[in-house]
T-cell receptor
């Protein structure tokens, strides 16, 4: 089945640690995205990538980093510089390079700081 | 500034009680408006895309409509399995997608 796979489903981070969230897609989509979801707020864009080896900052990129070495993979690293990382993280992909619409989301990773 | 506001925040319905969810938006230019369904602890599931005022889309008990300032998601004779959070998002001409905070729908049997 085609789709987007995020792992792990739950992740716990200690203060000062960097953690990496995985996102893999087998839809052959060019564009991939990372969103953050907090209670009572809309999804907010962290980073997006339209092509391998290229990515752009979204609205809340500070404290996060990404890479796009393969078309299928777009991992997100939450660094120790992110002061409030506890949230639900969603990866998404789109076939459209104009970024009109994000049609497919992964099942999310819930990150908690302990 | 591009903005999306969804109302109500939460809606409780009896099974079979039809109602509508609202999505008001302010954008410089609209390339598309999207509705998603999100179950607890899961990623959003795409429902509809609307591109121009007057457009309507239907899927089972759901019908989405679009005007120049807002979109409605009409739910006809809902069932308990329609319980979820419904997200609205807009794609402006010159910016990334903007999401509303969602409407949490509960349908009681």
């Amino acid at each position: 089945d085609g789709g987007i796979t995020q792992s792990p489903k739950y992740l716990f981070r200690k203060e000062g640690q960097n953690v990496t969230l995985s996102c893999e897609q087998n839809l052959n989509h060019d564009a991939m995205y990372w969103y953050r979801q907090d209670p009572g707020q809309g999804l907010r864009l962290i980073y997006y990538s339209q092509i391998v080896n290229d990515f752009q900052k979204g609205d809340i990129a500070e404290g996060y980093s990404v890479s796009r070495e393969k078309k299928e993979s777009f991992p997100l690293t939450v660094t120790s510089a992110q002061k409030n990382p506890t949230a639900f993280y969603l990866c998404a992909s789109s076939i459209n390079l104009d970024r009109v619409g994000v049609a497919f989301f992964g099942q999310g990773t819930r990150l908690t700081v302990v | 500034e591009d903005q999306v506001t969804q109302s109500p925040e939460a809606l409780r319905l009896q099974e079979g009680e039809s109602s509508s969810l609202n999505c008001s938006y302010t954008v410089s230019g609209l390339r598309g408006l999207f509705w998603y369904r999100q179950d607890p602890g899961k990623g959003p599931e795409f429902l509809f895309t609307l591109y121009s005022a007057g457009e309507e889309k239907e899927k089972e008990r759901l019908k989405a409509t679009l005007t120049k300032k807002e979109s409605f998601l009409h739910i006809t004779a809902p069932k308990p399995e329609d319980s979820a959070t419904y997200l609205c998002a807009v794609q402006p001409d010159d910016n990334d997608m903007r999401f509303g905070a969602g409407t949490r729908l509960t349908v009681k049997p």
